[in-house]
């Protein structure tokens, strides 16, 4: 069974910069995954920032960003702000965008 | 805007069905883009997809659950019903219904998700 794996917590400072990635357990991930991103905070449902490793939900800011680094889809906040203070969870696809979309365990991300 | 509402008991007992309906407004839940789902977070843990289903009614199903569930819809009513049998303390949880876009993929509106709570 695919396992997707996240950080489990992640710090940064204001203004700085921080990147998150989503691994699977075996294999690389690639743009065929169809890497999204999701924000969370207590009490609300998920937002939606990134879809497709890259494209930015509408009202997104800019400071959220997409990719693949390495064998990893990743998502960066730079110059981060209090209210990114959240989980993040990614989601990949493992049978094209039609298939079983599969959630990462989430990371709590702390700006101090 | 689109608008998922989750509505349904918030507390069943353990080994009885869990039924939870989600109500679409503000646009059709006909349409070959879209998938109608439903995701679940435990009390302070992460979110698990548990299943979809089409507007035609055809379905797929998490199978990492290793449970019975059955998703249906009903397009009249604009509405798509969970069912979870023989429910445990472990199914206690957010129940979450959301629109997930094939085009993207994405899951692009979510309802604001409702607690059931399993307990005798």
């Known amino acids: 069974q695919t396992v997707v794996t996240q950080e489990p917590s992640v710090s940064v400072s204001p203004g700085g910069s921080v990147t998150l990635t989503c691994a699977l357990t075996?294999?690389?991930?690639?743009?065929?995954?169809?890497p999204s991103w999701y924000q969370q905070t207590p009490g609300q449902p998920p937002r939606t920032l990134i879809y497709?490793?890259?494209t930015r939900s509408s009202g997104v800011p800019d400071r959220f960003s997409g990719s693949i680094v390495g064998n990893k889809a990743a998502l960066t906040i730079t110059g981060a702000q209090a209210e990114d203070e959240s989980d993040y969870y990614c989601?990949?696809?493992?049978?094209?965008?039609?298939?079983?979309?599969?959630f990462g365990g989430g990371t709590k991300v702390t700006v101090l | 805007q689109l608008q998922l509402r989750e509505s349904g008991p918030g507390l069943v007992k353990p080994s009885e069905t869990l039924s939870l309906t989600c109500t679409v407004s503000?646009?059709?839940?006909?349409?070959?883009?879209?998938?109608w789902d439903w995701i679940r977070q435990p009390p302070g843990k992460g979110l698990e997809w548990i299943g979809s289903?089409?507007?035609?009614?055809?379905?797929s199903y998490n199978p990492s659950l290793k449970r019975p569930v059955g998703i249906s819809v009903d397009t009249s009513k604009s509405q798509f019903s969970l069912s979870l049998i023989s429910v445990t303390a472990a199914d206690t949880a957010v129940y979450f219904c959301?629109?997930?876009?094939?085009?993207?993929?994405?899951?692009?509106?979510w309802g604001q998700g409702v607690l059931v709570t399993v307990s005798s």
């Open positions: 959301a629109r997930r876009n094939y085009y993207g993929p994405v899951i692009d509106f």
């Open positions: 497709r490793t890259t």
């Open positions: 503000g646009g059709s839940i006909v349409g070959s883009a879209f998938r």
């Open positions: 989601v990949l696809y493992m049978d094209s965008g039609s298939g079983i979309p599969v």
């Open positions: 075996s294999g690389s991930v690639s743009s065929s995954h169809y």
């Open positions: 289903i089409y507007y035609s009614g055809a379905t």
